[in-house]
């Protein structure tokens, strides 16, 4: 069972533009919404992360929105490059367990 | 820092075949985790570990066993392999549960 929907499951943004991807969850018990990061052939990466006791979360272009009355959180790549393109993971989880994680989006930046 | 070494990096089995994928930690994370990466379905935890001696079961354990024997190491076995297991694997690890995972380059695994 899926606790964490994550849409689109691509994306393609010029450069400069703004990419954003969305995520839902079901647990409210969630308390750690991380996003990772996924260039080809490597590992995903830790990017920025929010906890929900703040509604966003800035780190350079890249930004969180968190609403906890919807469920739902968001990440936004502000000055999308195409070093940006990659995929991209939300997850959530509660504190001493294990990450969830939404389904990916690949995101293109076309130059 | 080597953080977290998986090996091979490449591999096809054939149906039935049995085979280990290694992950090791030089980090002293108390925490380890496998996933298989599926296009569209995300990673998908396949088993983990607390720690060197505790192991449990993730959502897709069928088919895979694993063991924690050390803090470093934790190794992935598939006992009879099925081309359903072709995926690609991520081991990770974290100081404890419920912190930041890093990951491994991961193994690419095709099963014929």
């Known amino acids: 069972q899926q606790q964490v929907k994550q849409s689109p499951q691509s994306l393609i943004v010029q450069k400069g533009g703004i990419s954003i991807i969305n995520c839902a969850y079901e647990?409210?018990?969630?308390?750690?919404f991380p996003w990772y990061q996924q260039f080809p052939g490597k590992g995903p990466a830790l990017l920025i992360a929010i906890r929900p006791d703040v509604s966003e979360k800035k780190e350079g272009r890249f930004t969180i929105s968190f609403n906890k009355s919807a469920k739902q959180f968001s990440l936004h790549i502000m000055d999308s490059q195409p070093g940006d393109s990659a995929t991209y993971f939300c997850?959530?989880?509660?504190?001493?367990?294990?990450?969830?994680f939404g389904e990916g989006t690949q995101l293109t930046v076309n130059p | 820092n080597a953080g977290v070494t998986q090996t091979p990096k490449f591999q096809v089995l054939k149906t039935g075949q049995s085979m280990t994928l290694q992950c090791a930690q030089d980090m002293n994370h108390e925490y380890m985790s496998w996933y298989r990466q599926d296009p569209g379905m995300g990673l998908r935890l396949i088993h983990y570990?607390?720690?060197?001696?505790?192991?449990d079961q993730g959502e897709v354990p069928n088919g895979y066993n694993v063991s924690r024997s050390t803090t470093e190491d934790f190794p992935l076995r598939l006992l009879s392999a099925a081309p359903s297991q072709t995926s690609v694997y991520f081991c990770a690890s974290s100081y404890i549960i419920g912190t930041e995972a890093f990951f491994g380059q991961g193994t690419r695994l095709t099963v014929v």
């Open positions: 570990s607390v720690g060197a001696g505790i192991t």
């Open positions: 997850a959530a989880q509660t504190s001493g367990s294990r990450l969830t």
């Open positions: 647990n409210t018990a969630f308390d750690y």
